[in-house]
């Protein structure tokens, strides 16, 4: 029982929700974003990687 309590993946919302979206629309964006900035992140690691070789 403890096993299966622990590998749960909880979400926790730090930001504010004002209740004009929404919490679907709230978290899709959210998700939208996070995965926007990771390829940015990415795409940049990948160039500078690159110039370096």
Known sequence: MEKNRK???RFIVVREFSGE???RE????LIERQTLEHF???????EATKKAA
């Open 7 to 9: 590998s749960k993946v």
């Open 21 to 23: 979206k929404t919490m």
């Open 26 to 29: 709230a978290f899709e964006q």
């Open 40 to 46: 940015e992140e990415w795409l940049e690691h990948r």
